[in-house]
């Protein structure tokens, strides 16, 4: 079974700091992996989707690696602002069964 | 304006009393699929489904039914909801495929008492 782990479960930082959101996941055999943001009791909103075949995708400020050998993706977000504060979350596909698995997100503050 | 959309938003039940929580997409998406959230456990998966007439078993579909008769609606049936069923469901759909993103609806707060 797919396991997905995201470090750290919060983090908070001045704004305008750089912000390394870490994701990790048991079973390589995937078909892509996607990060959301999730804003508090709403729905969540995908940010970067990166197919298995591919190392990064960048969307304005927001750069997103993967390493499918080491089952690892990294969300970068540059020049953070008070509106980045929200949480993150990883979520990976998986080839055989096309089932969704999400990790339990990271929650981001950035403080004026 | 492309959209998932689920209803009703908010509702509050008793024990035993079947419900339906509708979701509709307007993107012709083939893939669509429910999730459960609640705190400390994340976003889990119910049901998802690949196309008309197709559907899998997530990581969660204890008393929980679906149907996709028509590409754009995919309800969630609670036979006989129980209070462990109280959480907040979200529907989603996405194209299918190695690009598949996804499209969350905007959720349904749901207490069973």
């Known amino acids: 079974k797919q396991e997905v782990t995201q470090i750290p479960a919060a983090l908070s930082v001045p704004e305008g700091e750089n912000l390394v959101l870490n994701c990790s996941f048991t079973d390589s055999a995937i078909y892509n992996l996607q990060w959301f943001r999730q804003d508090p009791g709403k729905g969540l909103t995908s940010l970067l989707l990166?197919?298995?075949?591919?190392r990064e995708q960048t969307s304005g400020r927001l750069n997103a690696s993967l390493d499918k050998s080491s089952g690892r993706s990294t969300l970068y977000i540059a020049a953070s602002q008070p509106g980045d504060s929200a949480t993150y979350l990883c979520a990976v596909t998986t080839w055989d069964d096309y089932k969704l698995s999400f990790g339990a997100g990271t929650t981001v503050t950035v403080r004026a | 304006e492309a959209q998932v959309t689920q209803n009703p938003r908010y509702l509050i039940t008793v024990t035993g009393k079947k419900l339906t929580v509708t979701c509709s997409q307007n993107?012709?998406?083939?893939?669509m699929s429910w999730y459960r959230q609640d705190p400390g456990l994340g976003l889990r998966q119910i049901y998802y489904?690949?196309?008309?007439?197709?559907?899998d078993k997530g990581d969660v579909p204890e008393g929980y039914k679906v149907s996709r008769k028509e590409k754009r609606n995919f309800p969630l049936i609670l036979e006989s909801p129980s209070p462990n069923q109280t959480s907040l469901y979200f529907c989603a759909s996405g194209t299918g495929g190695a690009g598949n993103t996804i499209y969350f609806g905007e959720g349904s707060w749901l207490t069973v008492v």
């Open positions: 990166i197919q298995s075949s591919q």
């Open positions: 993107m012709n998406h083939e893939y």
């Open positions: 489904s690949m196309n008309v007439e197709v559907t």
